[in-house]
């Protein structure tokens, strides 16, 4: 099992930037694949952007391109998103996820999760 723990959330202007963190622990960090999901109420989570096992592959959906870098550390077991230029439609809990081996892009390939951190853009 691991264990994930999200932080770097918070309220900031539009245009702004935030850099979010999750931790794990638990197991061998190099093992997973990992990715950041966001959800608003009453919606579906949805996938954001995944990193591999060792960060040579990234992916990113359309409306983060340009705007959002993922990362990870293996050596600190962490992983990484860079929020830039941040819009109000951003707003949204922000999790990470987990996955043995390779990358993907659905929440249902992702067997742990962490709790969630807020995000919050105002106009």
């Known amino acids: 099992q691991v264990q994930l723990v999200e932080s770097g959330g918070g309220l900031v202007q539009a245009g702004g930037s935030l850099r979010l963190s999750c931790a794990a622990s638990?197991?061998?960090?190099?093992?997973?694949?990992m990715a950041w999901f966001r959800q608003t109420p009453g919606e579906e989570r949805e996938f954001v952007a995944g990193i591999s096992r060792l960060g040579s592959n990234t992916y990113y959906v359309d409306f983060v391109k340009g705007r959002f870098t993922i990362s990870r550390d293996n050596a600190k077991n962490t992983m990484y998103l860079q929020m830039n230029s941040l819009k109000p439609e951003d707003t949204a809990v922000y999790y990470c996820?987990?996955?043995?081996?390779?990358?993907?892009?659905?929440?249902?390939?992702?067997?742990?999760w962490g709790r969630g951190t807020q995000v919050t853009v105002s106009s």
């Open positions: 996820a987990a996955k043995l081996y390779g990358l993907g892009h659905g929440g249902s390939e992702y067997d742990h």
């Open positions: 638990g197991r061998t960090f190099t093992n997973y694949a």
